[in-house]
């Protein structure tokens, strides 16, 4: 055995002449993960390649030496597991990705952009940018939430007042009161030490993103000849899956802004007391030079994030050295003067109310309201140039998602601030708490879930006319069978729940529309007020009042109940593996896409997982000279079509797709038309002929293709039948389950159409001759 494994790992495969293996199928999981015992159906397995975060594995039976009984597969292709589940839930670190989830949401709307005809490829690099620049609002507001807690709470306006200090044994030193005006007790020196806490959350978010880079995004792609052609898509591109350089420039713009947040948080609440009469013109002066520096490096910053990244016509080898060190180094250097600055001796500066009022929070809400208006302008542009029938939200989409991770990045910052302003202040009477805006975002939490509880009671209702609609569908499908009507309710009512899936553009569209309504109604009332809403409508009518209170209690306790909840969910996920296992999940759908517009998003496992599969289909089938069929399940049918457009023309000859329970139309094509819509599913099937795809009703998450007819084999076959019987019968003498999403292989139609497939693939031209070794 272990000279098999020897030749399976030198040359990808053992050689024809030592063994007849022409055909190989290589199965590639869908989301939460599996094992490969389970995958390849045996529980002896052997990896052959890869490490422990992502490898090949085979039966122990197929490393045999061939003229072994374990070793013959009867004419069967020999199977294959490639096993990536680890990339997205492996160590308990991936717990601190909870802490990540709203930069991953607006990378995916970067995606998300809807097709592009040629003479409009500036406006698409416009909708690019766009969305860079919320994810920058996003990293700036983290940050600055980090600084509203630390700066403003704790060291401006708990450790400033009796009360609240003298609660806190630990603030002591820096309080005024307590200490009898020790050195740390100087507003501007409590500042500069409660700033190391922001400092350390963009260290540890830029140590995140530097360590996954180096695992992810430095995987270098299979190389090709200049002469090879690629196909007519982007994912097609030899540089698509190798982000290194791009995520290295937003790197360093990202931390360089995260950076210049603190200093902004310290030093300006400094120079405001400096710029007023009577006080040192020194410190006047550095106030205003800090301020012009604050302008320079926001400057630079924009221009980095807002610039056009490398090609994906070829990998980019190169890291923009220089921009990559220096540009965080200056604002940390800048940060370290300002820490100085702001430690300088006042004499008569006392805190007292907010560090800063509701300015900033509101700035920076206003600012992503606006980028979010703009995009969905730019997005309906180009929806409009090249209309899809199919897109989500009639190319919307992006915007949409844009503005929901705004508003969960929101509710995080708000409910971390409103968290800390009650722990520090168990009375509510000592400090005056975190900005009002925030208190008003949170306020308009209780209407936006009873309007969505009513849009859920209105499908719950479309279900069930669905399910009595289905019942007749059922029927004629088991025209030979005795149907009893209960089971043919249950199965009804499994295909209509499985068809919601496809009212989600309709529910992100409410849900959107509904937050920027409130949104803008909590920014207007905020600034209009300057108060809590409760407080704020004491004079109007009782019902509004009531209305009032009511949703700012509800909202306050909801932040508390959520923050709760993410905390205990995180640390579970950092103990128990199969927790991490089910946010992993969530990882698996969110994070197949490059970090093209944050780079503080969980890493892009398909810039590993992608590589992986090309390196291992291209070395076994120019080794081996055989025949390979792709065979993808729901998310890893995705990267089995990534992976096919990645092969070159030679390779792809010898390949064939199966995918089953596939999200490829009616998910990625719906919401990423871009890169799945009609037009690049069509050529796909162009550049690998030989792909069938199996799908169920029952199923709510795969789907039919829908490739227009070309005159060619059909890519989709007929609607599996699940369950496989609907009584008993003399070959099912027990009930058939409902499947549903799950073990497409058990069905009969699975191994028909995989040996169509390679029947398919044995008129092509010869195979390469294997490669012979010394």
């Known amino acids: ?131 860079r620049l919320v994810a920058l609002s996003l990293t700036v507001l983290l940050v600055a939430a980090a600084c509203e807690v630390a700066l403003d709470l704790t060291a401006w306006q708990c450790a400033g007042t009796r009360a609240c200090a003298e609660s806190h044994s630990w603030l002591g030193f820096l309080s005024p009161a307590a200490s009898g005006d020790g050195w740390w007790s100087a507003p501007g020196r409590r500042l500069a030490l409660a700033s190391l806490v922001p400092l350390a959350l963009t260290g540890l978010l830029w140590y995140l993103s530097r360590r996954t880079w180096n695992a992810y995004e430095s995987q270098p792609p299979l190389a090709r000849t200049p002469d090879e052609e690629t196909g007519r898509s982007a994912l097609a591109q030899p540089g698509f899956w190798y982000g290194r350089r791009l995520v290295a420039r937003l790197r360093a713009a990202h931390t360089a802004a995260g950076l210049l947040t603190v200093t902004a948080g310290v030093g300006l609440a400094a120079a405001r007391h400096d710029h007023e009469p009577g006080g040192p013109a020194a410190l006047d002066v550095l106030g205003w030079l800090l301020k012009a520096a604050l302008v320079a490096g926001a400057v630079l910053v924009l221009w980095v994030v807002c610039s056009r990244g490398p090609a994906d016509r070829r990998p980019d080898q190169s890291l923009d050295g220089r921009l990559v060190r220096w540009l965080p180094m200056a604002s940390l250097v800048l940060l ?153 309710g249950s199965i009804a009512r499994t295909r209509a729940m499985a068809a919601l899936t496809d009212s989600g553009p309709l529910l992100v569209a409410v849900i959107t529309t509904v937050t920027l309504l409130f949104g803008t109604g909590a920014l207007v009332g905020a600034f209009a007020t300057g108060e809590a809403p409760g407080p704020a409508t004491r004079d109007t009518h009782p019902f509004v009042e009531g209305a009032a209170q009511t949703a700012q209690a509800l909202g306050s306790w909801l932040i508390g109940v959520g923050f709760i909840l993410f905390v205990t969910w995180g640390r579970r996920a950092y103990k128990d593996a199969s927790a991490r296992r089910t946010i992993g999940i969530l990882w698996d759908v969110g994070t197949f896409w490059p970090r093209a517009a944050h780079p503080f998003a969980p890493p892009c496992y398909a810039e590993r997982a992608v590589p992986d599969l090309t390196w291992r289909i291209d070395t076994w089938t120019r080794t081996t000279g055989g025949r390979l069929v792709i065979s993808g399940h729901s998310q890893g049918s995705v990267l089995a079509a990534a992976t096919a457009w990645q092969l070159s023309p030679r390779v792809r000859r010898r390949v064939a797709l199966l995918t089953y329970g596939s999200p490829l139309e009616r998910l990625y094509g719906r919401w990423f038309p871009a890169h799945f819509g009609p037009d690049a599913l069509a050529a796909l099937h162009a550049d690998v002929d030989c792909w069938r795809n199996l799908y169920r009703l029952t199923d709510p998450i795969g789907g039919p293709v829908r490739l227009p007819d070309d005159g060619g084999p059909d890519v989709d076959c007929a609607a599996l039948k699940d369950p496989l019987a609907h009584g008993r019968t003399d070959r099912h003498p027990l009930p058939a389950p409902v499947l549903g999403h799950s073990d497409y292989q058990a069905d009969p139609t699975f191994a028909e159409e995989r040996e169509r497939l390679l029947a398919r693939l044995r008129p092509e031209l010869p195979a390469p001759r294997p490669e012979t070794r010394p």
Not at 81 to 90: D, H, K, P, R
Not at 394 to 407: D, I, K, W
Not at 445 to 467: E, F, M, N, S
């Open 336 to 488: 370290a003067l300002t820490l100085l600055y702001a430690g300088w001796e006042r004499p008569g500066w006392r805190s007292g109310g907010r560090l800063h009022d509701d300015a900033p929070f509101g700035s920076l809400a206003l600012t992503q309201g606006l980028l979010v208006v703009v995009l969905a302008g730019v997005a309906h542009q180009l929806h409009r140039g090249l209309p899809d029938a199919r897109a989500a939200m009639r190319g919307l989409g992006g915007p949409a998602v844009a503005l929901l991770a705004c508003a969960l990045g929101g509710v995080m910052a708000g409910g971390v601030a409103q968290r800390v302003a009650d722990w520090l202040d168990g009375t509510g009477t000592s400090i005056d708490g975190p900005p009002v805006l925030l208190t008003w975002q949170a306020s308009v939490i209780p209407p936006l879930l009873l309007i969505l509880l009513v849009l859920c009671g209105w499908l719950a209702r479309r279900t069930l006319r669905r399910a009595r609609a289905e019942r007749a569908a059922v029927a004629a499908d088991y025209p030979d069978e005795t149907r009893d009507p209960e089971r043919t």
């Open 1 to 131: 055995m272990e000279r098999a494994q020897e030749r399976i790992l030198e040359g990808g495969a053992a050689r024809p002449a030592e063994r007849p293996e022409e055909a190989l199928e290589l199965l590639v999981h869908g989301v939460g993960g599996t094992t490969p015992e389970e995958m390849l159906n045996d529980p002896r397995t052997v990896r052959i390649a890869g490490d422990d975060t992502a490898a090949v594995f085979r039966r122990s039976a197929d490393t045999e030496e061939p003229d072994t009984p374990a070793a013959r597969t009867e004419g069967r292709p020999v199977p294959e597991a490639y096993v990536w589940c680890n990339l997205t839930s492996g160590n308990g670190t991936r717990a601190l990705w909870l802490l990540l989830l709203p930069f991953m949401v607006v990378n995916l709307a970067h995606w998300m952009r809807p097709s592009v005809r040629d003479r409009r490829t500036r406006t698409a690099r416009l909708y690019g940018a766009l969305v």
